[in-house]
């Protein structure tokens, strides 16, 4: 099962925008507290409208608690990590795969990250930034995963008005 883990989220928007590419991608989410706003926030429900009630959603108080109800390969995005995201093999989908990211002020902590240096990754990119927008970074993530697994049990042809929809007249 694949998994993304939000280590203290603080924009609405963001977590909104990754919980629906939660729903699109069978992709089971994990809020670590403290959370930089409501679950109920309008901004963050606008994100995910009519798909939140499809989400699969766990909070949890700490990243102790988390640990200790979360066994699997954890894997850190971090603009300090030295091996670029593809450079991980997520073939085995019977694994539980953990893509564990920071909070958008500064990222995840270093005590949590200097144990697991062989699991930080980052996603390649020019020195003219310091970071994509985390809501892109976990879509970039999951896909990767997702494309090493042959997108599992996803649909691959246009479920509502037909795969041959282009080609009809």
């Known amino acids: 099962m694949i998994n993304i883990v939000l280590y ?14 939660c ?17 109920d926030d309008k901004h963050m ?18 990243y102790e608690e988390f640990t200790q109800q979360n066994k699997g390969m954890y894997y850190y995005l971090t603009r300090y990590g030295n091996k670029p995201h593809t450079s991980f093999d997520y073939s085995d989908s019977t694994e539980n795969i953990y893509l564990i990211f ?4 500064t990222g ?3 005590e949590i990250l200097k144990d697991s240096l ?12 310091r970071a994509l927008n985390l809501s892109n970074c976990a879509a970039i993530m999951v896909y990767e995963v997702l494309r090493q697994q042959n997108y ?18």
């Open 118 to 129: 062989d699991h930080c990754m980052r996603i390649p990119m020019t020195n003219k930034t």
């Open 45 to 62: 429900k606008r994100s995910g409208l009519d798909y939140i009630k499809y989400l699969d959603c766990v909070v949890y108080e700490n």
């Open 8 to 21: 203290q989220p603080e924009i609405p928007g963001n977590t909104g925008n990754i919980m629906r590419t």
């Open 102 to 105: 920071g909070k958008e002020s």
């Open 108 to 110: 995840i902590p270093k």
């Open 23 to 39: 729903v699109a991608t069978n992709t089971k989410l994990h809020l670590i507290k403290p959370l930089g706003f409501s679950l």
């Open 152 to 169: 599992n049990e996803l649909l691959k042809t246009e479920p509502f008005k037909g795969e041959d929809y282009l080609t009809r007249d």
